[in-house]
Nanobody, 123 residues
Framework: VQLQASGGGQVQAGGSLRLSCQASGRRFSQYPTAWFRQAPQMEREFVASTSWNGNTIYADSVKGRFTISRDNAENSVYLQMNNLRPDDSAVYYC??????????????????WGRGTLVTVSS
């Protein structure tokens, strides 16, 4: 599975951005998919995930502000980010896993990664 993230940019605190992740592969709709982010000098951290049937999980820091969704017909996953804060600034990565039986919120669970897209939130 090849993944390509887009939609990052610079926004003021309180603003919104929508990230997109375009995937290749006929079986993409079967794979759990997630967004992670990594700020400078920080470890990559979980943001949100969606299963093949749309069940979602969110990190506590983004609950109520971010929404993950997927369009299997378009082989795409999205991350709508509202009420952005400066500490949301990071490179955002989309990931998919073809393995089963692993936690959705663990970076080690995912074996397919796209190139990141940079989000910068100014105060």
């Amino acid at each position: 599975v090849q993944l390509q993230a887009s939609g990052g940019g610079q926004v003021q605190a309180g603003g919104s951005l929508r990230l997109s992740c375009q995937a290749s592969g006929r079986r993409f709709s079967q794979y759990p998919t997630a967004w992670f982010r990594q700020a400078p000098q920080m470890e990559r951290e979980f943001v949100a995930s969606t299963s093949w049937n749309g069940n979602t999980i969110y990190a506590d820091s983004v609950k109520g502000r971010f929404t993950i969704s997927r369009d299997n017909a378009e082989n795409s996953v999205y991350l709508q980010m509202n009420n952005l804060r400066p500490d949301d600034s990071a490179v955002y990565y989309c990931a998919a896993r073809t393995w089963t039986g692993r936690p959705d919120n663990d970076v080690k669970s995912y074996n397919n990664w796209g190139r990141g897209t940079l989000v910068t939130v100014s105060s």
